[in-house]
């Protein structure tokens, strides 16, 4: 029988308060990580910035139907888990400036050094309805492919990483990306000219140095669970 530790009840419980300060999530959004190869742990079912110090989390498997009390789009991570055998962590996100972008059927382009993480850029899935069953979690998990991160028309976004923390801080990457790409758009500046170049790109993607923990630090500074 597969079970959580509290370390890992804990760190998903500081993830999900994190993405909240983060303002990206608000009453609706859930993360998970993997447990093994069959089984991962979702967040509690309420506004993630509402999830308390000893909420635990429920274990799903990865094939087969969601337990009781868990949300329907948790599907989502089901299906994303089994055909990413490297993935730990998924974040389903609802960020401000994605959600504009996505209503216009874009996704953020590599224009400064948080958009080169999702070159050449995340993918999108054009479907505005709640993913509340296996064929459509299957086709948007094959829409992400390889990619860490889809953006989701009227409806967020997905964020995967190899852990909770880069799934954490690439979701904070991606509404920084969103929000280059609003605005340069606002100024009519979002063509070709102000899109890094491939050297540039290459060059940005770096995770040395702890880009991620440094991020993860800054969203759970303050935490009770920290």
């Known amino acids: 029988m597969t079970l959580a530790t509290e370390a890992q009840q804990r760190e998903l419980r500081v993830a999900a308060r994190a993405l909240s300060r983060g303002q990206l999530v608000h009453a609706y959004g859930h993360c998970s990580l993997?447990?093994?190869?069959?089984h991962l742990l979702v967040c509690?079912?309420?506004?993630?910035?509402?999830?308390?110090?000893?909420?635990?989390?429920?274990?799903?498997?990865?094939a087969g139907?969601?337990?009781?009390?868990?949300?329907?789009?948790?599907?989502?991570?089901?299906?994303?888990?089994?055909r990413r055998l490297e993935i730990g962590a998924v974040c389903r996100i609802m960020p401000a400036q994605i959600g504009l972008l996505g209503l216009?059927?874009?996704?953020?382009?590599?224009?400064?050094g948080f958009g080169a993480y999702f070159a050449p850029a995340p993918a999108l899935w054009d479907d505005p309805r709640l993913l509340r069953d296996d064929a459509s979690a299957a086709r948007l998990a094959g829409t992400l492919g390889a990619g860490k991160a889809i953006v989701m028309r009227a409806?967020?976004?997905?964020?995967?990483?190899?852990?909770?923390?880069?799934?954490?801080?690439l979701s904070w990457f991606l509404e920084e990306a969103a929000r280059v790409e609003v605005g340069l758009m606002q100024m009519h500046q979002d063509g070709d000219h102000t899109l890094l170049t491939a050297e540039e790109t290459a060059a940005r993607q770096v995770t040395a140095g702890r880009v991620y923990e440094r991020m993860w630090e800054h969203l759970s500074f303050g935490d009770p669970e920290v």
């Open 155 to 169: 409806n967020g976004a997905v964020v995967c990483g190899e852990n909770l923390v880069e799934a954490v801080a």
């Open 44 to 62: 509690a079912a309420k506004p993630m910035g509402t999830i308390a110090p000893g909420d635990g989390g429920t274990i799903v498997p990865i």
């Open 104 to 112: 216009l059927r874009r996704t953020p382009r590599p224009r400064h």
């Open 34 to 38: 993997r447990l093994d190869a069959t």
């Open 65 to 82: 139907p969601l337990p009781d009390g868990v949300l329907g789009e948790v599907r989502i991570h089901q299906q994303i888990y089994a």
